[in-house]
């Protein structure tokens, strides 16, 4: 066995060897190990820290979008994470996020819809995900299918001369619609997903149709977790569970991530998006994600670009 992959499965963060081994080591989740694991999963002092700020009646006490400790990014972390499906504590959260989501104005500007369609499918991924799905499910599912913009993508920018789709915004709606497609069956939602998925791999993940440059310079650096923001790692990683990881327009993208693999096998978190402090501020983070380092792993970092270097058949986990 690979010494990184022995690392990780070493790892005191359930989370981490649960994914080690359902990802690189093709473990069946139904195995008693793998329930077992996403108990720990549950009760690890990560998890216990995200949920800390719950209030008597299950909910958290800031708004459902606060950066990043409101109801909304605490459920996609748990989702990224695999905690335990179907739990119902975890529905006062659901509740506070849908009570705010399900409000929210639809605002039409020269011919099309600018919400942020990045909401939305982030709700509608972890609901799935977390095994919580109801029927504001269908909803937020009907939402994006409609707000889709005629490249395939989603934009929130209201600006009247915007007419492309944004990274950013369309990553996560993939994401969901991807998501609901295999779950719900739904036709609808896997052609959508189809379109979605071309505005990435036309532009090889991270290029300029124009001219092959780079679109932005923090596309081809690694963050965990990337809450809204957009990497060619989480790009990759949506791509994978689309089904479209064998594209061949999936290549340049990963040998970007290749090449910033680190001596011991390992990846680097490059820069981060979120602030560890127990302070009232926003981006405003309880846990600790690793950091940042150049030449140090991160084990959030490295378990991702594993699964997808192993999805896209670059390595062989033994």
Known sequence: MQPVIENLLASPEAAIRYQTR?????????????????????????????????????TIPHHAYAKWDGAHWILSILAD??????????????????????NQPVRTIAGKVRNCASI???????????????????????HL???????????CDKRPDVNRSSFMESLIPLRALARYAQEIGDNRAAQATERAADIFLKRQL?????????????????????????????????????????DPRCAAALDVLESKR??????????????LTDKRITQRTLVDWGGTSKRKSNLFVTLDALQVLTSAGRIIPD
């Open 22 to 58: 359902l990802y690189l080591l093709g473990a069946d989740p139904a195995a008693d190990e793998m329930h077992q694991l996403q108990e720990d999963i549950r009760t690890s002092p990560r998890v216990q820290q995200l949920l800390s700020e719950r209030q008597p009646d299950g």
């Open 81 to 102: 994470l695999h905690y335990p499906s179907d739990d119902p504590g975890l529905k006062p959260l659901v509740e506070q996020e849908l009570k705010w989501l399900l």
């Open 120 to 142: 939305a499918g982030n709700a509608l991924w972890s609901l799935l995900v977390l095994g919580l799905a109801n029927e504001s499910c269908h909803k937020l599912a009907e």
């Open 145 to 155: 299918l409609d707000w889709q913009w005629p490249d395939g993508g989603w934009n």
């Open 206 to 246: 991270f290029k300029r149709v124009q001219d092959g440059e780079i679109m932005n310079p923090s596309f081809v650096l690694l963050h965990y977790p990337c809450y809204w923001h957009y990497d060619i790692l989480f790009a990759l990683k949506v791509i994978s569970e689309a089904g479209f990881i064998n």
């Open 262 to 275: 680190l001596a011991d096998g390992g990846f680097p978190a490059e820069q981060k998006y979120y602030r």
